[in-house]
């Protein structure tokens, strides 16, 4: 039985270790492999994102945002807890070889014990060892307790900072694309950029957003279950406007900037795909979220603000094609994550994030002219 025991404390340690190594420390490829840290997000978002259900409108994005911090915490302490019973199983396997101070009774709860004060790095001395290899499993596990708490310390700033760069762009996104973002406002919001040099730096910008994004949340994935700061916006929903709007670049417009389109869209298709097969996410059947009628409009308005178009015939099928190749994987992504996608229009006409606060009025910056929808621009 000590035996089965000291195998299964080995077995259990060596996969902790490997898992924690390869969560916090090995950038990591797409894989499909069972590892702990996986089987701890699926069991535990699962019944989060069950319980926000029962809450509504910003209390219910409130009560998600609570889960990727948390989960970081209850991930750390799954860690340490599989680390100290495995070390608990092996003293244990090897006898017991313990002397209590006092002359209290010694047995696997007290290799537990034993295991950890000497993890944590207490050293309090009321458990001490009296074997040769009740002392070498102690050193040992003194060594990893201290690598493991090293590693932590170094781990969160990581985090912190890879959220910090995904949120600054998404923060720079409000005024260019509206809040929510859309791919038509953050056209129609170009239209008087001269030769589309603004649009083009502004597609090269999120062409490294999108990169960094993949490689941040495939080494780091719990990152993609951190929430922004404004419930109408998301990474997944920033992500999906860049690909929007770059679709409709490649298709209706010439230049430099369609060219920039086509590789900000590769980029960005390739962070949706590999991170859909991070959390197990199948490419699922989408809604309508451009119909005919909203497409006809969205040409008509850009065209009468003054942004060139081409005027070809497969216009709507060229488009739909390259919205399919993304389209089912954001989707299943925001099944998954519990977010809402962005519209291709606005549904309904609302400040942006930055011209609102808790005491002032919405603040609108001053008209440059008429529009065609005749109101008060926003720029």
Known sequence: MRWLSGLAGAVLLAVVLWDAFETIILPRRVSGRIR???????????????????????????????????????????????????????????????????????????????????????????????TVIAKALTVVEAGTGFAFLAAVIGYFP???????????????????????????????????????????????????????????????????????????ESWLAALTTILDASAFIIVGLEGWCARQAELTFAMARHAVVDLAQVFSTPPRPTAERLSSAQLAGLRKRLASDG?????????????????????????????HLAVPLPPWLREVERPDNWQTSAWDRVVKLPARGATTRGEEEHF
């Not at 889960?67 to 017991?96: D, E, I, K, R, T």
């Not at 005027?311 to 993304?326: H, I, V």
């Open 36 to 130: 702990l840290t996986k089987l701890f997000y699926r069991s535990t978002w699962t019944p989060w994102r069950g319980a926000a259900r029962l809450l509504s409108g910003r209390r219910r994005d409130a009560f998600l945002s609570f889960y990727g911090p948390l989960s970081l915490l209850f991930l750390l302490a799954l860690w340490a807890l599989g680390s100290v019973f495995s070390f608990g199983l092996l003293q244990w396997a090897a006898g017991s070889a313990m002397t209590v101070v006092g002359g209290g009774a010694t047995g696997f709860w007290s290799d537990v014990y034993m295991s950890g004060t000497t993890f944590f790095t207490l050293g309090l001395g009321d458990v001490v060892p009296r």
């Open 307 to 335: 942004l060139g178009l081409r005027a070809r015939p497969d216009f709507e099928p060229r488009l739909t094609e390259l919205r399919r190749m993304y389209e089912p994987y954001v989707e299943a992504l925001a099944q």
């Open 158 to 232: 990581v985090i912190y900072q890879a959220f910090s760069r995904r949120e600054v762009a998404i923060s720079l996104l409000d005024a260019r694309a509206g809040s929510p973002p859309s791919a038509s406002e953050l056209l129609w919001r170009h239209r008087g950029d001269p030769g589309s040099a603004a649009l083009t730096d502004l597609l090269r910008d999120w062409e490294r957003w999108a990169a960094d994004v993949l490689e941040s949340h495939l080494s780091y994935p719990p990152l993609a279950y951190f929430r922004s700061q404004h419930y109408n």
